[in-house]
């Protein structure tokens, strides 16, 4: 049985302030941190390949096909 929690994805709809961490309409791998999410902020791989902290609001959540999760996986 697989207990890997599936990836989810979101585009980022404003990137002001961050425009060499985050490309406006790009999309972006988020990574889990219940603690940002409780402080309004979410976690996702930037422009650098590293993980950092972003106001939720800059975000859309989005639903991607199977094909595209697994390219989006492999960048």
Request: with cysteine; aromatic share 8%.
């Amino acid at each position: 049985m697989n207990d890997k929690k599936p990836e989810s994805y979101v585009v980022c709809i404003d990137n002001t302030d961050y425009t060499a961490s985050l490309e406006k309409h790009k999309i972006y791998r988020v990574v889990r941190d219940e603690a940002a999410v409780e402080d309004g902020d979410i976690r996702v791989i930037d422009e650098s390949g590293d993980d950092y902290l972003y106001p939720t609001a800059r975000f859309v959540p989005i639903s991607v096909p199977a094909e595209v999760e697994k390219s989006l996986a492999h960048h």
